[in-house]
């Protein structure tokens, strides 16, 4: 498997091919010309196609920072999560998540790599981070999966998920080096926000996009205290309680270690519960045990 980092201010672009049709070949990629893409045929007519944009999004939260529900004042210089073999569809009937994580797809393009973005990236008005673009038939594409895992290599080498940042409350402050290790899967139905993403019009650009919700670990100050967003969540002060002089470097085992049964069990739910497509929902498989 081939492996690539991937910054919202240093974009590698990749090109995708229709998995159902695809034969996988080397070549050079960026300055270092290490990594490599799929190349494809695609059954439609070229005069059918357009290009679609695989993108991943940490939203606001990420970029510029936010306060957890129990008044710490979050900063994310790095938040690296490893993604594989993203994939978009167009399936009919419509994937329903709630109700299955398995469908029934007319059409495929996918990534078959390991990627490591950086979702702090970019700043308050980036656009969600490019993965990668291809030429692909025109249609709804209304269904996205992607499996998290650790990286083989790069800046989130051994982990699925790493948390670098500061969090402050009052004169307290506390730098943090989180790295997590678990592994999951999520097969998610259509965008959901403001405008509909995924449907391609021949000749055309559209994008999907893989959205990451952080505010479900930590909480949102802004909401209010009885808000689904902070009842389910942990919060930053079982974790600012295993710092030592103002520094919290951990990893899964030593979370799983120190922090309670409880907080450690709410810790698993949420960061499982990381996956969206916009407020669109996901079907999760995961492996809860640190690898």
């Given amino acids: 498997m081939k492996h690539t980092y991937l910054a919202a201010g240093s974009l590698t672009f990749i090109a995708f091919g229709l998995m159902s049709a695809c034969a996988m070949s080397d070549t050079p990629q960026g300055e270092d010309s290490a990594n490599s893409s799929a190349s494809s045929t695609i059954s439609a007519d070229s005069n059918e196609a357009g290009t679609l944009e695989l993108r991943a999004n940490g939203e606001d939260f990420v970029r510029q920072g936010f306060v957890s529900k129990d008044g710490w004042a979050i900063e994310f210089e790095h938040l690296y999560v ?28 996918g990534l078959n790599q390991s990627l490591t973005v950086d979702l702090a990236e970019g700043g308050e008005d980036a656009m969600p981070i490019l993965i990668g673009t291809t030429s692909a038939p025109a249609g709804q594409y ?41 592994v999951y899967t999520y097969t998610c139905g259509e965008f959901v926000g403001d405008a509909r993403k995924g449907i391609l019009t021949a000749g055309e650009t559209t994008d999907v996009e893989a959205t990451f919700h952080f505010d479900h670990i ?26 030592s002089d103002g520094q919290l470097d951990v990893n899964t085992a030593m979370l799983e270690q120190q922090l309670s049964a409880e907080a450690y069990s709410v810790l698993e739910e949420t960061v499982a519960g990381l996956g969206h497509v916009g407020e669109g929902h996901c079907a999760e498989i995961g492996d809860h045990a640190h690898q």
């Fill in 218 to 243: 930590f909480g949102d100050g802004d909401a209010p205290a009885e808000d689904p967003i902070n009842t389910g969540a942990l919060g930053f002060e079982p974790l600012a309680a295993l710092a």
């Fill in 82 to 109: 490893n993604l594989v073999d993203v994939t978009a569809y167009q399936t009919d009937p419509p994937f329903d998540p709630d109700a299955s994580n398995e469908l029934d797809a007319e059409v495929n393009v």
């Fill in 142 to 182: 209304n269904a996205l999966s992607w499996k998290m895992a650790p990286a083989d290599e790069g800046p989130a080498q051994g982990s699925t998920i790493v948390l670098i940042g500061s969090a402050q409350q009052g004169s307290e402050v506390v730098n943090f080096n989180i790295q997590l290790d678990p």
